[in-house]
């Protein structure tokens, strides 16, 4: 259920699609600032702190906010 909002999520956030939990969040944004606002953006929908996230994939960030839930 998580996994299936936070793709949602990002796509919205982000104007794409195709995003899966083997997609690494680094490679949907441009730069740090986009992907800090990419973040942002999910810790306040899910209400949770989320550390460093370049080099993790939407499955594991999934995991870590249901970890925090």
Same mark, same amino acid.
Do not use: R, Y
């Given at each position: 259920? #998580?996994? &299936?909002?936070?793709?949602e999520?990002?796509c919205e956030?982000? =104007?794409?699609?195709g995003? !899966?939990? *083997? *997609? $690494?969040?680094?490679s949907l &944004?441009?730069? /740090?600032f /986009?992907?800090? /606002?990419? #973040?942002? *953006? &999910?810790e306040d $929908?899910f $209400?949770v702190? #989320? =550390?460093?996230?370049?080099?993790? *994939?939407? =499955? /594991?960030?999934? !995991?870590? #906010?249901?970890?925090?839930?």
């Amino acid at each position: 259920m #998580i996994l &299936v909002k936070l793709i949602e999520l990002i796509c919205e956030e982000l =104007g794409i699609d195709g995003v !899966d939990e *083997t *997609t $690494a969040l680094g490679s949907l &944004v441009e730069d /740090e600032f /986009e992907l800090g /606002e990419l #973040i942002q *953006t &999910v810790e306040d $929908a899910f $209400a949770v702190e #989320i =550390g460093d996230t370049e080099d993790i *994939t939407v =499955g /594991e960030l999934a !995991d870590m #906010i249901a970890s925090q839930s």
